[in-house]
């Protein structure tokens, strides 16, 4: 049985292929499009999962969708009447969209599958999940656990922002909710727009931020913005919010509380914005133990699966493990609306149809390397196109050049294999370099990325030697979880180093990996696994062979704004944009030094910001 999963039309539109309850494919659309967070129907997406699981439309049996229009827009006619006459601006301009397309997705579904392929029956197939019900179907279903509570938390689906379900087997019960407009996602995301990031796609960059600073503003939070209690159920004060009203997260009174206007995109960071991201974190940091603890008491389970948007905030979800609530956390590395549409299609399968559920001891998502893949003979053609030039290497000298170059602090681009699926560079589509040099993370983020410079970069880290560098004993193969480095490791702040403030503190070396090493002596851990990606676990290996130490800077390969790279045309072009040295493809080595210079690009002003 083949269903198609499918989410769409608020950002990060993706779509999945699910066999017999084994997922075949999934990718978000922004890849083929090269649309930063691209919320159009997802054609090329779905185009590329029936290419890959070999089949066309019409041998799908089912098609689902990954949250209810006709719910949200109760909670927009509902919200609209509550808080009228405000909002009617930001009202009246969303409402020719709904009454046009959204409020008859079935419709629009429908006409949009067509145009990929003419089937018969269509409106038969289709199914309509509720938003939360995907995000927990995609958290459980793929996870190693027999049974587990899950808890989503995002900005907001219909009317949930935050649930608890129960899953058993092929089972999935939401047993709470917490409605709309009470949200920690959206909580986060106005403190995401206060500092000046974009909304749906900088509150990774507030966590990144949130270690420069001090929590001074937390008792302000949580007095003035959140009634938190005990058990983790909390309540907004939207006298200091304005995205009910509005096309802004947050109002005057906001301002006023927090000593002035929202910071202006691309403006100098201050002391106060360092202090601001580090206060809003703690304040999520906060809620989610607090979650944890009340779930894990009232429930007896030892296991806890994570999806939402808030479920990528990975600095939380090492203090959650590291609590202890739960004896195991597997978080869906998609945890996004893109992992929506890989949840729609496993709760049209388990929980709609009823089907029995396979369980993977490791898990179901097969490292997330869920998108598409070249052949050899492929990426030769294509880079040949290109006007690459290139060598072709057999595996064994493949790897020992590209050890070479990265032991001599080379940034490589990394292109093996299938895609990742999620927002995660996993060792499919990467740039890597050499942890143990101090001007690596200054380099990458600068002179690569073209992105701002306080941006940590994550460890990628043999599995059975992590904790021999990192407080973590438990596998975290997504870049989920942020542990801190262990103790020896470290190098210790002079005194005047203590002193410093904020970015000041960045060109410290802080340990002996220190192109790793958070300004909290903190780390983002990716751990590699053998029988997962064989290939970059032996090149991770052959390092350690040379240097002594298993790990490997992995950043994704793109630059700030781009989508990460798809194609061998996508990989060469950011090569030739960038300062990255060389590209390891297929079994193609493409030295920046061997290419023509006319081929160079201005990469740095390519895309919009993020």
């Known amino acids: 049985m083949n269903i198609l999963g499918i989410s769409a039309f608020y950002h990060d539109s993706a779509a999945s292929l699910i066999r017999c309850g084994k997922i075949v494919a999934a990718a978000q659309e922004e890849r083929f499009t090269r649309k930063k967070h691209d919320s159009g129907f997802p054609t090329h997406a779905i185009e590329y999962c029936l290419r890959e699981g070999q089949i066309d439309l019409p041998a799908v049996d089912y098609i689902a969708f990954y949250d209810k ?43 949009e599958l067509k145009k990929i392929s003419p ?23 793929p996870s190693p656990f ?16 935050t649930s608890l379900a129960i899953g ?56 003035e913005l959140l009634d938190l209690k005990e058990d983790g159920s909390f309540r907004l004060n939207m006298d200091y919010f304005a995205f009910c009203t509005g096309l802004r997260m ?77 004896k195991n956390i597997w978080i869906q590395p998609a945890a996004g609306d893109a992992g929506g549409s890989v949840g729609a299609a496993l709760a049209a399968y388990h929980w709609f149809l009823g089907q029995e559920r396979a369980i993977d001891p490791f898990d179901g998502m097969q490292g997330s390397y869920l998108g598409p893949s070249f052949s050899q003979a492929e990426i030769e053609e294509r880079l040949r196109t290109a006007g690459a030039k290139f060598e072709v290497m057999e595996s064994n000298e493949l790897l020992d050049k590209a050890v070479a170059s990265l032991a001599t602090e080379k940034a490589l681009g990394w292109f ?7 927002p995660r560079a996993l060792g499919g589509r990467s740039i890597l370099g050499d942890p143990r040099s101090p001007r690596m993370q200054r380099l990458l983020n600068l002179k690569v990325k073209y992105r701002e410079s306080f941006r940590p970069f994550a460890p990628s880290v043999l599995f ?9 004993n438990v596998p975290s193969p997504y870049m989920l979880m942020v542990a801190d480095i262990r103790e020896d490791r470290r190098i210790p702040m002079s005194p005047d180093e203590e002193q410093l403030f904020g970015i000041d503190k960045l060109n410290i070396a802080r340990s002996v990996i ?77 030295g920046k030094e061997t290419q023509d210079a006319s081929l160079r690009l201005d990469y740095k002003n390519s895309f919009e910001l993020d």
């Not at 509550?82 to 009454?99: D, E, K, M, N, T």
């Open 250 to 326: 947050t109002n005057d009174k906001f301002h006023q509380l927090f000593g002035g206007p929202p910071r202006k995109p691309e403006d100098p960071l201050t002391q106060r914005d360092m202090d601001l991201a580090a206060s809003i974190q703690a304040a999520c940091e906060e809620v989610v133990l607090k979650l944890g603890r009340s779930i894990a008491q009232e429930t007896g389970q030892e296991n806890l699966c994570l999806a939402g948007g808030v479920a990528l905030n990975c600095v939380a979800n090492g203090k959650l493990l590291r609590d202890g609530s739960f």
């Open 416 to 422: 093996q294999g299938r895609m990742e699926f999620g």
């Open 514 to 590: 220190p192109a790793v090493t958070h300004v909290d002596y903190s780390a983002r851990i990716q751990t590699v696994h053998k029988q997962v990606n064989g290939l970059y676990y032996d090149l991770i290996a052959r390092f350690k062979e040379s240097t002594g130490c298993p790990i490997l800077i992995n950043t994704s390969f793109n630059v700030r704004g781009e989508p990460v790279v798809c194609t061998p045309e996508d990989a060469f072009r950011c090569l030739m944009g960038t300062d990255i040295d060389a590209l390891v493809i297929g079994n193609c080595w493409v």
């Open 168 to 223: 058993e087997d092929n089972k999935l019960e939401i047993l709470k909710e917490i409605h709309f407009p009470h949200s920690l996602g959206l909580l986060y995301s106005a403190f995401t727009y206060y500092t000046g990031f974009k909304v749906n796609s900088g509150e990774y960059k507030v966590m990144g931020l949130a270690p420069y600073g001090k929590p001074i503003y937390l008792n302000t939070i949580l007095d």
């Open 146 to 161: 027999k049974k587990a509570a899950v808890l989503t938390m995002d900005g907001v689906g219909e009317w949930g922002t």
């Open 464 to 472: 059975e030697h992590a904790s021999e560098w990192f407080d973590i």
């Open 69 to 111: 229009p006709f719910l949200k827009f109760e909670r927009l006619v509902e919200t609209y009447l509550a808080y009228a006459p405000q909002g009617f601006v930001s009202f009246s301009a969303s409402l020719p969209a709904w009454i046009k397309e959204k409020l008859f997705l079935k419709s629009m579904l429908i006409r």
């Open 119 to 141: 089937v018969p029956r269509l409106s038969e197939k289709l199914l309509f999940a509720e938003h939360h019900q995907s995000h927990a179907a995609s958290a459980f279903y």
